[in-house]
Nanobody, 119 residues
């Protein structure tokens, strides 16, 4: 089992920045993809970014490319999402998720952290 705990959400003005953290525990996640998803009020959850733990390959939704950066710290077993140039439409609950590389779906989820961008 993998436990994921997010932190770093909050209220920020449009154009500002936030960094989200996701601490993983329970087992090593070296064979995992780690991802960030978000869900805005009244909308479905959507993919934001992911990173393959080994190799560090990253993937982004078009809506956040050039503004968000996903990274990981091997020693801390932690994934980060640096969010810059935030827009009101980035508002939502952000979830950290993990899946083994060979799995189709993300099987591990954090509890979510609220990000609110005021315009």
């Amino acid at each position: 089992q993998v436990q994921l705990v997010e932190s770093g959400g909050g209220l920020v003005q449009a154009g500002g920045s936030l960094r989200l953290s996701c601490a993983a525990s329970g087992r090593t996640i070296s064979s995992y993809f780690m991802g960030w998803f978000r869900q805005a009020p009244g909308k479905e959850r959507e993919f934001v970014a992911s990173i393959r733990w080994i190799g560090g390959n990253t993937y982004y939704a078009d809506s956040v490319k050039g503004r968000f950066t996903i990274s990981r710290d091997n020693a801390k077993n932690t994934v980060y999402l640096q969010m810059n140039s935030l827009k009101a439409e980035d508002t939502g609950v952000y979830y950290c998720a993990g899946r083994i590389v060979t799995a189709k779906d993300y099987g591990y989820w954090g509890q979510g952290t609220q990000v609110t961008v005021s315009s």
